[in-house]
């Protein structure tokens, strides 16, 4: 079966999160993630996740290798994913130093 791939527009016209779906094949499905992983951002890709893992039941991989920064709410949303399943792939150095972090630098 060969990739098919959607896009949904996001809610709201200057667009700082974009999300691909990538339907891998039939045990499987990729979302490209592009921008910033902040704020309301956060909750967008959470329901993104949910829609594909109830729709589907496939295996959910997020690809973040287009992602520029995530705040603390993302970094906790992105930890709280993998613990239901979710597969972080393709991910940059800092974003691996942050899901992997003690959150100490996150002080005032």
């Not at 990729?30 to 039941?57: A, P, Y």
């Amino acid at each position: 079966m060969g990739q098919v791939a959607m896009v949904r527009p996001l809610p709201l016209p200057q667009t700082m999160l974009r999300i691909t779906e990538v339907v891998d094949s039939g045990t499987e499905t990729t979302l490209h993630v592009e921008g910033r992983i902040v704020s309301d951002w956060v909750s967008v890709l959470q329901e993104e996740c949910s829609r594909v893992l109830q729709e589907s039941g496939a295996r959910l991989r997020l690809d973040l290798g287009a992602v520029t920064f995530i705040d603390l709410r993302g970094v906790l949303a992105l930890r709280r994913l993998t613990t239901e399943g979710v597969a972080i792939v393709n991910s940059q150095a800092f974003i691996d130093a942050l899901l992997n972090g003690d959150d100490t630098s996150w002080a005032p």
